[in-house]
T-cell receptor
Framework: GAVVSQHPSWVICKSGTSVKIECRSL??????MFWYRQFPKQSLMLMAT?????????EQGVEKDKFLINHASLTLSTLTVTSAHPEDSSFYIC??????????FGDGTRLSIL | AQSVTQLGSHVSVSEGALVLLRCNYS??????LFWYVQYPNQGLQLLLK??????LVKGINGFEAEFKKSETSFHLTKPSAHMSDAAEYFC????????????FGSGTQLTVLP
């Protein structure tokens, strides 16, 4: 089946640093990738939708300058959390889709900002 | 706007007992509905999907769900629970205007008792 690889799976960094998370579709070309944020014991909240070669569409309330999304190829999207602060600590999950097929999810990245 | 409501944030069943996880949807257009499972510190795995074909949908791991338009429901069932079924389950619906942007329910934590 389709595989989406997300890296790193866990990252701890100091407040003020920037962190990049990669999302790769390993065996299919993902025309669209999605980035979600999940707080403990809560559901997934869509942050942004990313189409290859175009600017990401951010959900209301998500800071574009804080969460930079790049989707430069059909197999790779990156989320960069800039100048991260403790309140940015969360579980970030990407998913990739092709046409109208169901999304395939990565295993998530647990981000801890000290 | 589309939404899903999952009744019961926690469900406990004995091993071998029936599993019933409830999901009701709200949609002004025919919805696409999904059930996903999430194990700790992992992404989401698709269990099954409804896309306006058969109303009874069979998924992986012995799960199935029935789309009932009159009740606006898409409940997930499994005849006999296994210890490995313990996880978080999310119902999701496509957002109006897009076949792939998902809106998730709040999730149901399933505990299987020995």
């Amino acid at each position: 089946g389709a595989v989406v690889s997300q890296h790193p799976s866990w990252v701890i960094c100091k407040s003020g640093t920037s962190v990049k998370i990669e999302c790769r579709s390993l065996d299919f070309q993902a025309t669209t990738m999605f980035w979600y944020r999940q707080f403990p014991k809560q559901s997934l909240m869509l942050m942004a939708t990313s189409n290859e070669g175009s600017k990401a569409t951010y959900e209301q309330g998500v800071e574009k300058d804080k969460f930079l999304i790049n989707h430069a190829s059909l197999t790779l999207s990156t989320l960069t959390v800039t100048s991260a602060h403790p309140e940015d600590s969360s579980f970030y999950i990407c998913s990739a889709g092709q046409g109208d097929q169901p999304q395939h999810f990565g295993d998530g990245t647990r981000l801890s900002i000290l | 706007a589309q939404s899903v409501t999952q009744l019961g944030s926690h469900v406990s069943v004995s091993e071998g007992a029936l599993v019933l996880l409830r999901c009701n949807y709200s949609s002004s257009v025919p919805p696409y509905l999904f059930w996903y499972v999430q194990y700790p510190n992992q992404g989401l795995q698709l269990l099954l999907k409804y896309t306006s074909a058969a109303t009874l949908v069979k998924g992986i791991n012995g799960f199935e769900a029935e789309f009932k338009k009159s009740e606006t429901s898409f409940h997930l069932t499994k005849p006999s629970a296994h210890m490995s079924d313990a996880a978080e389950y999310f119902c999701a619906v496509t957002r109006s205007g897009s076949a792939r942007q998902l809106t998730f329910g709040s999730g149901t934590q399933l505990t299987v008792l020995p």
